[in-house]
C-alpha cells in the first residue's frame, strides 16, 4: 500500500491535527569513522541559511507540515537519547545513544536555521514528553536495553518515510535538498538500529 503523501492538501490538513503526537523513539548509528562524512553537514546548513535572508513565506502547507514534525522529532530523539547515555547497561548502547545525541543536535539547529529563513512556522509544536519517554526513563540495566533498541528500531522507518517524501515530493528547493541530504545519516541510524536488535530481541 503507497504511503500517503504530505503534500497533498487533505494530507497536509491531516497532519496539522498529528504534529503534536508522540514521536518520542529514536535511531541510533554505529560510532563515528570516516565512512559516517555526510553529503553537507547539518552544521554547514546553519551556516548557509544563517548567512542568507529570510524569504518571504511561500512554503506549501506539506513543506510547513514536513518541518514542524521533523523538528519535533528531533527534539524527542534528543530526550530519549540523554535518557540513553544516561541509563543504559551496556557501553555499546550508550555509545550508540551519544552518537544519536550529535546527530539529533545538529538535525535541529539546522532545521531551526531554515525555519526562520522561511519566516517561522506559527503554532508550531513546543515539544511534549510522551508515555512512552516516561515508561523508559523508569527502566534501567538490561530492561532498559532492551525497550530503548525496540523503541527506536519501531520509529526508524517512520523517520526514514518522513524525510524521503520530502526529499520525492516538496517543490520549495532548501526543503527538499535539506531532506535529501539528511538521508544518509537516517538510512545509517536505521541499519545500526536493525542490527542491534538482532542482539537485543
Not at 7 to 17: H, K, V
Request: aromatic share 6%; glycine share 8%; hydrophobic share 45%.
Amino acid at each position: 500500500m503507497k504511503t500517503p503523501s504530505l503534500f497533498t492538501p487533505r494530507a497536509a490538513a491531516r497532519l496539522g491535527l498529528l504534529v503534536l503526537g508522540s514521536f518520542c523513539v529514536g535511531h541510533t548509528v554505529l560510532a563515528a569513522g570516516p565512512s559516517r562524512v555526510r553529503q553537507v553537514s547539518a552544521s554547514t546548513w546553519v551556516k548557509q541559511f544563517a548567512a542568507e535572508p529570510l524569504a518571504a513565506d511561500g512554503l506549501r502547507a506539506g513543506e510547513k507540515a514536513f518541518l514542524a514534525k521533523a523538528i519535533e522529532t528531533a527534539r524527542q530523539q534528543m530526550r530519549l537519547a540523554q535518557v540513553g547515555v544516561s541509563q543504559a547497561g551496556s557501553s555499546e548502547v550508550r555509545s550508540h545513544a551519544l552518537q544519536l545525541a550529535s546527530d539529533y543536535r545538529e538535525l535541529h539547529d539546522a532545521l531551526e536555521a531554515l525555519i526562520r529563513r522561511k519566516g517561522g512556522l506559527a503554532g508550531a509544536p513546543a515539544g511534549a514528553t510522551s508515555e512512552t519517554y516516561q515508561k523508559l526513563a523508569e527502566k534501567s540495566g538490561a530492561d532498559f536495553d532492551r525497550e530503548f533498541v525496540r523503541t527506536v528500531a519501531t520509529a526508524s522507518g517512520q523517520v526514514m518515510n518522513l524525510f524521503e517524501m520530502a526529499a520525492g515530493e516538496a517543490k520549495d528547493p532548501d526543503v527538499r535538498d535539506f531532506a535529501a541530504n539528511e538521508l544518509p545519516i537516517l538510512r545509517a541510524h536505521r541499519n545500526t538500529i536493525a542490527d542491534l536488535k538482532k542482539t537485543y530481541d
